[in-house]
């Protein structure tokens, strides 16, 4: 998606954390959503961002710097089921623009 | 089970055909969304309607076009399909617009492969 990066590929071990960064184009900011999809199925919600700072669900906690155009997904205790893609997505003025996803392997 | 629901879930056609993707948003979601995810660009928003009106048009080309009903059903309409058509369209709702913090939920989508 055009203004987000995310890396394309991680791989991680089960139990383990992996952090990962999305950078986004600042101006015109109005959001920063994350999303889960397992290949075939449709993206589910994960966490919602506009204001900086950490927030945390349960296993899976996003942060936001608006200054610094940058979030990041953590997710912790990684389980094999984790394994999928992480969309990270901007509201960009009345747009709602996908980044290109990082496709997460979690091995044994 | 998000509570959005898609109709067809497969289909299949010719290039120069028309058809027209169905979507029921959840109950009391007045928003619906319209995405489509093809293998090399990934998702991308086409168009958003709340309660009966455009909200907001993303990357949608000429050739297709969206309406939401009274009963805030919405449908996609897909003219003079090419190869490059060929996604996996999905469409979700929330219960409110898109510059609200308001949750979209996503329908399990339809795969259009054009011939």
């Known amino acids: 998606g055009q203004n987000i990066d995310q890396p394309t590929e991680m791989t991680a071990t089960e139990g383990a954390i992996v952090q990962i960064n999305c950078t986004y184009q600042?101006?015109?900011?109005?959001?920063l959503f994350w999303y889960q999809q397992h290949a075939g199925e449709a993206p589910t919600f994960l966490s919602y961002n506009v204001l900086d700072g950490l927030e945390e669900k349960g296993r899976f906690s996003s942060f936001l710097s608006r200054s610094k155009g940058y979030s990041y997904l953590l997710l912790k205790e990684l389980q094999m089921k984790d394994s999928a893609s992480y969309l990270c997505?901007?509201?960009?003025?009345?747009?709602?623009?996908f980044g290109p996803g990082t496709r997460l392997s979690v091995l044994p | 089970d998000s509570g959005v629901t898609q109709t067809p879930k497969h289909l299949i056609t010719a290039t120069g055909q028309r058809v027209t993707l169905r979507c029921s948003p959840r109950?009391?979601?007045?928003?619906v969304y319209w995405y489509q995810q093809s293998l090399d660009q990934g998702l991308q928003f086409l168009i958003q309607y709340y309660n009966g009106e455009e909200r907001a048009k993303g990357n949608i080309l000429e050739r297709f076009s969206a309406q939401q009903f009274p009963d805030l059903h919405s449908e996609l309409n897909l003219s003079s399909l090419e190869l490059g058509d060929s996604a996996l369209y999905f469409c979700a709702s929330s219960e409110g617009t898109m510059t609200s913090t308001d949750t979209q939920y996503f329908g399990p989508g339809t795969r259009l492969t054009v011939l």
């Open positions: 997505a901007e509201i960009y003025g009345q747009n709602f623009v």
């Open positions: 600042t101006s015109g900011f109005n959001g």
């Open positions: 109950s009391g979601d007045l928003s």
